[in-house]
């Protein structure tokens, strides 16, 4: 995203900064910078590295605008740096926090702005543009990132994506909550950065999920309800905003990306992560941060189906210190779909302030909204006659009622105090609430259906209303120690989340006609319901945990640490139907985690890791499972291999895993419930390269196989896909054409079945996605999605006798303006 810092008063053209260096500091260098991943690897010598390290100095540059940490940077370091400000208007720095060298200051805070830094002299630096035709500074023969300080959770310098134009990032903590490298993170770690989502439009995170590596995302319905999604052959319901865990029954799934810096999914357990691990995937929703310069950016879009949207994002200081910082973001959108009758608006708020209590503490408070009406939701319909001859369905039917409906209306605060001590240890604390209410009028479709006449449909309506409020309170520490003349890291602290529901109970009017015809399903009369109950809900997730990074030589790291938890639930229901009804369930539970990395050189690593999977079931399953509804458990093992190349700015992985677990809760559409199943095990293997192929090209591809099996050997899942392989790029022309980006993917998955009598069988699917974007001038863009450019017909989910088309071609046309 371009944008526009303000410049000073006192600002000239080729201005240069200089003041008296500061104290001298000991670091040690990381790792070294690749220069191709295809490239012999050129090793600065250990003198050279020694010599490098002796004029390290501890640095703590904040991120924000680049032209303000180059100039903070060359102030601190007691260098000249010339460079015009106007060069660097809008582009963003991560900042620099810990010991670096002045080459290695100056490559930190440039990364990824397509500038670089040369010396002039020993004193004397220069800010140029990176040259397009190479790869520079890649083609150098190294550069060394520099040792960084402890950081808050989630913050390290580098981590930040937002302004990068990268397809991934530097810094992650979404897997033991320590802020890694992708190299030093002993877990499969997917990054959907700003860029990524901006390119392909992934306006929500359902969009993100579906366009992640081994995420599979299958939608029985569209408006309607949470869709199901998968990884690792395990439902996925780990979610988290900054870090701090979110209650799958506040269906995050519904989140609205405008409001979010990046995305990083986990894949596999994290029950340091959540004290409850599970063996799918955790995904982790780090939201935009306000920016200490003004920045404006304005969005409008239209597209296929009565497709349209507008959104702002405001963002800067409040006063002349910059002390205090604020940002807003909204989005409005008003869609159609490719049949008829659907309707959805959506209206999602956010904002943040900033304040620093002092140079050491900041306090930040935030606010968000979200609100989304459904009209007629899209809902999967029936594949098979009872004879088991096919049903012949088009992409544009629609067999929902108009009466249906489906609201969500969420609020929620939050505010944190984080604090970086003397001792180097730093300590943040945050508490939330939400407020999330849902109201919906629903049908399902039941019954064998008879070819001739279309009879022996029966009509199952529902009316669903609740309230949840859920509250937070995350609080941690984190630093180095150091034993045995080693320094290592440590973090610990502990999460309270307690999740209050309130919901009524309705019986359908007696005189309902239930029965129906597959011809006269959607014409079925508007149901009558009548308040006979409701049900409460109280579930506390009480947890402390404490993870260490133990470097045992210069090349291998242990990670050891783990979570304990104490969780309860307490339901307490009233129906006229069923009397009064009440469970109350208590599990305390240790959710240990260990892994090893050892980097074989600059550019590669290995690494394995182990950790126990606990899940409780979710409490609707009481609905289907009323008695010995027991916890998902068992174990995870991963191991694997990973790549950074130049410099981090390319990050490659091969990983292989296997998940062993008991009690996992399979739908059984054919009974209409679910069953769980006693032993399951989960194996499969990935692969990901992310990042920048070239200077103005990046590329995110993924493969991922998996297949779960029963006790017996048998495979479950059968309507789950074994195979996925998901790939996108962009690249940014050369010359005269440079104000044009051209990019394009593919979404391919193997074959899958229902699983039902009739066994429907859908052959592999590959998906085409196309966009380009036009920079009309500084301020203005155009850009053009075109998906499923091939118009492949489809079913994004097949289950038993039901499923649901996917989209058919579509495209959005989008204008940015920022100023």
């Given at each position: 995203m371009q944008q526009r810092n303000k410049r000073s008063p006192h600002s000239q053209q080729g201005e240069s900064f200089r003041v008296k260096p500061a104290a001298q500091a000991i670091a040690r260098a990381v790792f070294g910078i690749s220069i191709l991943a295809a490239s012999a690897h050129v090793a600065m010598p250990s003198r050279a590295l020694a010599a490098e390290a002796a004029l390290a100095r501890q640095y703590q540059i904040p991120a924000g605008p680049l032209g303000t940490a180059l100039s903070e940077f060359a102030a601190a370091a007691g260098v000249t740096l010339s460079f015009d400000p106007a060069q660097v208007a809008g582009l963003q720095s991560p900042g620099l926090q810990g010991n670096a060298t002045i080459?290695?200051?100056?490559?930190?805070?440039?990364?990824?702005?397509?500038?670089?830094?040369?010396?002039?002299?020993?004193?004397?630096?220069?800010?140029?543009?990176?040259?397009?035709?190479?790869?520079?500074?890649?083609?150098a023969a190294v550069s060394v990132l520099p040792e960084l300080a402890v950081s808050v959770s989630g913050k390290a310098p580098g981590s930040m994506t937002e302004g990068t134009g990268s397809y991934t990032t530097y810094s992650t903590?979404?897997?033991?909550?320590?802020?890694?490298?992708?190299?030093?993170?002993?877990?499969?770690?997917?990054?959907?950065?700003?860029?990524?989502?901006?390119?392909?439009?992934?306006?929500?995170l359902i969009d993100v999920l579906d366009a992640t590596p081994g995420i599979i995302v299958q939608q029985g319905s569209i408006g309607q309800d949470g869709p199901n999604i998968y990884a690792r052959g395990s439902r996925l319901s780990n979610f988290q905003i900054d870090g701090v865990p979110t209650a799958s029954g506040m269906s995050p799934f519904l989140a609205n990306t405008a409001a979010y810096d990046r995305v990083e999914v986990v894949r596999g357990a994290t029950g340091i992560m959540n004290g409850l691990g599970t063996p799918a995937a955790t995904v982790n929703l780090i939201r935009k941060r306000p920016t200490a310069d003004t920045q404006r950016t304005l969005t409008a879009q239209a597209g296929s189906w009565d497709r349209y949207g507008a959104g702002i994002d405001v963002s800067g200081a409040?006063?002349?210190?910059?002390?205090?910082?604020?940002?807003?973001?909204?989005?409005?959108?008003?869609?159609g779909a490719w049949v008829d009758r659907f309707r959805q608006k959506s209206l999602a708020l956010y904002g943040i302030g900033e304040f620093d209590l002092s140079d050491n503490t900041l306090l930040t408070i935030g606010l968000n909204h979200l609100r989304q009406d459904t009209d007629s939701a899209i809902?999967?319909?029936?594949?098979?006659?009872?004879?088991?001859?096919?049903?012949?369905?088009?992409?544009?039917?629609?067999?929902?009622?108009k009466w249906r409906y489906y609201e969500h209306d969420m609020d929620?605060?939050?505010?944190?105090?984080?604090?970086?001590?003397?001792?180097?240890?730093?300590?943040?604390?945050?508490?939330?609430?939400?407020?999330?209410?849902?109201?919906?009028?629903?049908?399902?479709?039941?019954?064998?259906?008879?070819?001739?006449?279309?009879?022996?449909?029966?009509?199952?309506?529902?009316?669903?209303?609740?309230?949840?409020?859920?509250?937070?309170?995350?609080?941690?520490?984190?630093?180095?120690?150091?034993?045995?003349?080693?320094?290592?890291?440590?973090?610990a602290g502990f999460t309270l989340l307690r999740l209050k529901s309130d919901g009524l109970a309705y019986t359908l009017d007696a005189g309902y006609p239930t029965s129906t015809t597959i011809h006269e399903w959607e014409n079925a009369p508007a149901p009558r319901f009548d308040t006979t109950g409701g049900n409460k809900g109280d579930e506390r997730n009480n947890s402390a945990f404490v993870n260490a990074r133990f470097t045992l030589t210069d090349d291998t790291s242990l990670l050891l640490g783990g979570r304990t938890t104490r969780w309860s639930r307490d339901i307490d229901e009233t129906s006229v139907l069923w009397g009064d009804y009440s469970t109350r369930d208590r599990r305390n539970t240790f959710v240990p985690y260990a892994g090893i990395v050892h980097a074989l050189n600059s550019t590669w690593s290995v690494y394995a890791s182990y950790t126990k999977i606990f899940r409780p079931q979710d409490s609707w399953l009481n609905e289907f499972i009323p008695s010995s509804l027991k916890p998902e458990e068992g174990v995870g093992y991963e191991a694997g291999v990973k790549a950074g190349f130049h410099g981090g700015r390319l990050t490659a992985s091969l990983s292989v895993f296997r998940n062993d677990v008991d009690n996992l809760a399979v739908w059984n559409n054919d009974a209409f419930t679910y069953d769980l199943l006693g032993n399951t095990r989960t194996r499969g293997v990935e692969m990901e390269l992310s990042g920048a192929l070239a200077t103005n090209w990046q590329l995110s591809a993924g493969y991922a196989y998996a297949t779960t099996e029963d006790g017996d050997g048998e495979r479950v899942l059968t309507?789950?896909?074994?195979?996925?392989?998901?790939?996108?790029?962009?690249y940014r022309l050369p010359g005269a054409w440079e104000k044009l980006t051209l990019g394009g993917g593919v979404h391919w998955q193997n074959a899958i079945t229902s699983g039902s009598d009739f066994n429907y069988a859908q052959d592999s699917v590959a998906l085409v996605n196309l966009m380009a974007r036009y920079q009309i001038d500084r301020n203005l863009s155009f850009s053009l999605n075109l998906n499923n450019a091939l118009d492949k017909e489809y079913y994004s989910t097949i289950a038993s006798n039901s499923g649901a088309f996917g989209a058919p071609r579509n495209f959005m046309a989008s204008l940015k303006y920022t100023f």
């Open positions: 080459k290695q200051g100056f490559d930190q805070i440039t990364v990824g702005s397509g500038y670089e830094v040369v010396a002039q002299s020993e004193t004397s630096y220069l800010l140029r543009q990176i040259p397009v035709q190479k790869f520079a500074p890649w083609d903590s979404s897997s033991t909550r320590l802020n890694l490298t992708p190299q030093e993170t002993p877990q499969s770690v997917t990054v959907m950065t700003r860029q990524r989502m901006d390119d392909q439009r992934l306006d929500t409040i006063n002349e210190s910059g002390t205090a910082r604020v940002r807003l973001v909204g989005d409005y959108r008003e869609q809902y999967a319909r029936p594949l098979f006659f009872s004879n088991g001859q096919r049903i012949s369905w088009s992409r544009s039917d629609n067999s929902t009622q929620g605060i939050f505010a944190s105090l984080e604090h970086r001590f003397s001792s180097g240890w730093v300590g943040k604390v945050e508490y939330s609430h939400t407020r999330y209410e849902y109201d919906g009028l629903l049908a399902t479709m039941l019954g064998a259906v008879d070819q001739a006449t279309g009879a022996g449909v029966t009509v199952r309506p529902n009316r669903w209303k609740s309230e949840l409020r859920q509250d937070n309170v995350d609080a941690y520490v984190s630093g180095m120690f150091p034993l045995f003349d080693r320094d290592h890291e440590l973090i309507y789950v896909p074994r195979q996925t392989m998901k790939l996108f790029t962009s």
